[in-house]
């Protein structure tokens, strides 16, 4: 049914309204790193600055320890995703091609493990870490960050395998292929939209990820980025100049990697239902 003319006016009315909501914070974040500190603490709030400065982002880059940060929540980011990715995957083409007793039940214990909230797992990942020699190393943040995403990512793989039909691996192997071979040549290509959506989610979990990295991670040579965000607050005072403009430097790389994958994500999340 076609909507009327004051329906369309009030639905982007509503639009640009709950845009502006959901803008807003980004923006005051933006423009507050290139004020100077007078600026930040005046009582003026200034929608529009009327003068900027790089000072903000000058401090933050050259604070000790920003590049180690920056190099070790890459190292665990797109390794865990990575290792989530291939691990997700070897599990969700059994579980999608293959008929075996407890399938549904594994499926179900997957689903399961998904729902735990990664805080309330520290407790025990804190004692298999301790136990395991891997305190204050990045392969235990390595290996938290994909235990947390492997869940997700196995679900959501075995939906996209289940939507490609077996019949195309099929008329591969007919024409000479393999079983490996027809996997490689027609199912993982056509899986680039999922593997593309999945990673996305492993990449900003990993990323935004404080606790793990705060309480594993006692070498400041080891911690992450998130860490270091915190170290603009101290017991006297908050520098929120630098705060912000670290903000908007902690937000870039996933900000490229999105950018980077966006043109298969949109085509990946609209395809990726789940087949009973």
């Known amino acids: 049914m076609r909507k009327s003319l004051s329906q369309r006016i009030t639905l982007s009315v509503v639009g640009v309204i709950v845009a502006v909501l959901f803008g807003f914070p980004t923006y005051w974040l933006i423009t507050t790193s290139f004020k100077t500190p007078g600026q930040v603490l005046s009582p003026a709030y200034d929608l529009i600055p009327t003068s900027a400065t790089l000072d903000n982002f000058v401090s933050a880059i050259t604070k000790p320890g920003f590049v180690t940060y920056m190099t070790n929540s890459l190292i665990v980011t797109l390794g865990s995703v990575l290792c989530a990715l291939v691990a997700g995957l070897l599990a969700a083409v059994p579980l999608a091609r293959m008929r075996f007793r407890g399938r549904r039940g594994f499926l179900l214990l997957v689903l399961i493990a998904q729902l735990a909230p990664l805080p309330a797992l520290f407790l025990p990942m804190f004692l298999l870490m301790?136990?395991?020699g891997l305190l204050n190393t990045l392969p235990a943040l390595l290996a938290v960050y994909t235990a947390s995403t492997l869940p997700f990512t196995t679900w959501m793989l075995y939906?996209?395998?289940n939507g490609i039909p077996i019949e195309l691996e099929e008329a591969a192997m007919i024409d000479g292929c393999g079983r490996w071979g027809a996997f490689r040549r027609v199912t993982l290509p056509l899986l680039g939209p999922g593997l593309v959506a999945t990673s996305v989610f492993g990449f900003i979990t990993a990323w935004n990820e404080f606790l793990y990295?705060?309480?594993?991670?006692?070498?400041?040579?080891k911690q992450t980025l998130p860490v270091w965000l915190s170290t603009f607050r101290t017991a006297f005072s908050v520098d929120w100049g630098g705060i912000m403009a670290a903000s908007v430097i902690y937000a870039v790389p996933a900000l490229v990697f999105f950018l980077i994958v966006q043109r298969?994500?949109?085509?990946?999340l609209t395809s990726g239902a789940v087949k009973g």
Do not use: E, H, N
Not at 213 to 221: I, R, T
């Open 264 to 268: 298969k994500l949109v085509s990946g």
């Open 130 to 132: 301790r136990d395991a």
């Open 213 to 221: 990295a705060l309480v594993l991670m006692k070498d400041q040579g």
């Open 159 to 161: 939906g996209f395998v």
